[in-house]
């Protein structure tokens, strides 16, 4: 991100937005009150344990949620335009176009049954008004462009390939192609590296954040991994039960978490020289999202500074500051511990902190 981009309003805006799936076995208050936003040229880590509403969240932007689910309030303002209020048609052109997004599973995400190189010429035919003149070079000549762009080796022959004929790394590229090859200004990864090697992975992320940095695209990195995220991502929204608790520039989010569920979810993070022992994982579970007796603060029923009113009174998430946290009694100063997933980012002033197994948090009083 330059400069001039970190002063510009920005590209998207995410204003105490509420999802809920109405199922059988009850109402799943899925996402409360988030607060997100993503400048041009940005790259955030959307950071959670499982089944927190990183997934339904960007859904729900796209306007690709599963029928059970409704939006209970906020905006999502995208240019100008809020992506809860628009209808299909305008999603369906913003979509591949000025958003676009990587699943975590490409094989399942690409069509089996044809070429990858047919498929990307799907995108761009889909949107031939919005890529701009043809100037003469053939939506074929294109296709192999995107693939070499991805680092496809012999892109002329590849683009006959079927997924299938793929490794699970290469389709993950040619699905950056895909979601790429319109050009838009904002992508989503969710999870773009799960299932792969840990030499692929590196290889997925070093690719996805040159292209994004290269074009100025801003990029909402989706994770469960929060090291991953810190090597990757200029700034870290964290998620927990459906409410963004956290948001900080990656190295205050680690020097200095004020959250006690970020602090945990450190402590918790392997890092390169970290043993089993030093891992402390975040005590207790996710609550069931479909309960009407959900604490205001949904880390409550897992947190040691937890006093009455963090049960009755929601802490807010200023998404406007710097380090915005959403905590009635955040943490002071640098965290201790959480010593492997500092040393994994390569912050050595901080590998002199004591180890994870010291307790995180400070018994509250
Ligand atoms: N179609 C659905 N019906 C009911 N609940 C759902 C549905 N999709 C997601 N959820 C629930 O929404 C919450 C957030 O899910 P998700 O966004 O997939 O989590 P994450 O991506 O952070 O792992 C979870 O509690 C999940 O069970
Ligand atoms: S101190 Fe209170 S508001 Fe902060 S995380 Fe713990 S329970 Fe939530
Ligand atoms: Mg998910």
Redesign the pocket.
């Known amino acids: 991100m330059t400069s001039a981009e970190a002063t510009q309003p920005p590209l998207l805006e995410v204003r105490d937005f509420g999802l809920e799936f109405r199922t059988r076995s009850g109402t799943v208050h899925a996402l409360e009150g988030v607060n997100l936003s993503i400048r041009k040229g940005e790259i955030v880590g959307l950071v959670g344990e499982s089944g927190s509403g990183k997934s339904v969240l960007s859904y729900a932007m796209l306007g690709i949620s599963d029928r059970a689910a409704r939006v209970t309030g906020g905006r999502a303002v995208f240019g100008g335009l809020d992506l809860l209020q628009a209808d299909e048609r305008t999603l369906a052109d913003l979509r591949g176009r000025e958003i676009s997004m990587i699943f975590q599973s490409p094989r399942t995400a690409l069509n089996p049954i044809r070429p990858v190189g047919q498929q990307i010429e799907d995108v761009l035919r889909r949107h031939a008004a919005a890529t701009g003149p043809d100037l003469g070079t053939s939506l074929r000549q294109r296709a192999v462009q995107a693939l070499r762009e991805v680092a496809i080796a012999d892109p002329e022959r590849r683009v006959h390939a079927y997924p299938f004929e793929l490794s699970g790394g290469m389709c993950q590229r040619v699905m950056i192609a895909l979601a790429l090859a319109c050009r838009p200004s904002l992508l989503i990864a969710d999870e773009p590296t799960t299932g792969l090697d840990v030499t692929t992975q590196a290889a997925v992320m070093d690719l996805i954040t040159e292209l994004a940095r290269e074009r100025h695209m801003a990029t909402l990195f989706i994770t469960h991994d929060l090291a991953l995220a810190a090597d990757y991502c200029d700034r870290i929204v964290v998620m927990h039960a459906g409410h963004a608790?956290e948001s900080a520039p990656s190295k205050a989010l680690f020097t200095g978490a004020k959250?006690?569920?970020t602090a945990r979810l450190i402590t918790s993070t392997p890092g390169e020289r970290s043993t089993l022992a030093d891992l402390a994982p975040v005590p207790g579970a996710l609550p069931d999202l479909r309960r009407s007796d959900l604490?205001a603060?949904r880390?409550?029923e897992r947190?040691e500074?937890?006093?009455d009113?963090?049960r009755t009174e929601r802490?807010l998430l200023d998404a406007g500051v710097p380090h915005g946290v959403?905590?009635?009694?955040?943490m002071d100063g640098p965290a201790p511990g959480a010593s492997g997933a500092r040393e994994s980012i390569g912050w050595p002033a901080l590998a002199a902190t004591p180890t994870a197994s010291t307790t995180m948090i400070p018994t509250?009083g």
């Open positions: 608790v959250h006690p569920y604490p603060c880390f409550a947190c500074r937890a006093s009113r963090c802490p959403a905590c009635w009694h955040p509250h």
